[in-house]
Structure formats: structure tokens, C-alpha cells
């Protein structure tokens, strides 16, 4: 599968901003795993976010409350709605996929556990 994320740009703090994740696999998104990895300059890359085979979810403490993540299985998208922005949210975010998933608690600390990863879009959260 490929991912392709869209939806980055520039927001104030305590802004919004949606991040998108179009999936191009000739099977339906039901079958993976899905989340958001993010990256800061000088900083480890970091899960944000994943989504099962049964859409359950898990977050990353910094962002629970303020993130959603979800995706539509039959138009393959994966989405990251974003409320409440902080400066250190700032990052570049990835859209990550695998075929199947151990568990979300798992897989939200390694990025490895996932195959498939986009080129990133870029989030800076300034004012």
C-alpha cells in the first residue's frame, strides 16, 4: 500500500488543522492498521496516533483530548483532526499503515512495527 498525506500547513497555537492520508491498495482499509508518526527537528519520531482492523484507538498522552484519528475504510482515507494546537506539536506528521495489528498499545511506540509509511506533511504551529 502507498500512503500520501495532505493537509499540513501553517496555524496558530490553540488552532485546528485536519490532516488527510489517501491509501492506494487494492484492498479495503478494514484490513490495516493505521496511524500518525510525527517528527520534530532534533526530536525522536514520535506514534501520535493508531487506529486497528476493529477502529479502535489509541493516543499518544500529549495529544488525547485534542487529536481524532479515523478513516474511512471504503474510500481508503485516513484521517488526524487536530484542536487545540500547541507550538510543540509542531512536526512533520506520517501516515503509517501494516496489514493487521497486534495491538494499538503496541504499535503506537514503534514506528518499525509499520510497512508503509508516506512522505509527510508538515505541521508548524506558530504565531
Known amino acids: 500500500v502507498q500512503t500520501a498525506e495532505s493537509g499540513g500547513g501553517l496555524v496558530q497555537p490553540g488552532g485546528s488543522l485536519s490532516l488527510s492520508c489517501a491509501a492506494s491498495?487494492?484492498?479495503?482499509?478494514?484490513?490495516?492498521?493505521m496511524g500518525w508518526f510525527r517528527q520534530a527537528p532534533g526530536k525522536e519520531r514520535e506514534g501520535v496516533a493508531v487506529?486497528?482492523?476493529?477502529?479502535?484507538?489509541q493516543y499518544a498522552e500529549s495529544v488525547k483530548g485534542r487529536f481524532t484519528i479515523s478513516k474511512d475504510n471504503t474510500k481508503k482515507i485516513l484521517y488526524l483532526q487536530m484542536v487545540s494546537l500547541e507550538p510543540d506539536d509542531a512536526a512533520v506528521y506520517y501516515c503509517?499503515?501494516?496489514?493487521?495489528?497486534?495491538?494499538?498499545?503496541?504499535?503506537?511506540?514503534?514506528?518499525?512495527?509499520?510497512?508503509?509509511w508516506g512522505q509527510g506533511t508538515q505541521v508548524t504551529v506558530s504565531s
Open positions: 503509517v499503515a501494516r496489514w493487521g495489528c497486534p495491538s494499538t498499545e503496541a504499535v503506537i511506540t514503534d514506528g518499525d512495527a509499520f510497512s508503509y
Open positions: 491498495t487494492r484492498n479495503n482499509l478494514r484490513s490495516y492498521c
Open positions: 487506529i486497528d482492523t476493529r477502529d479502535n484507538t
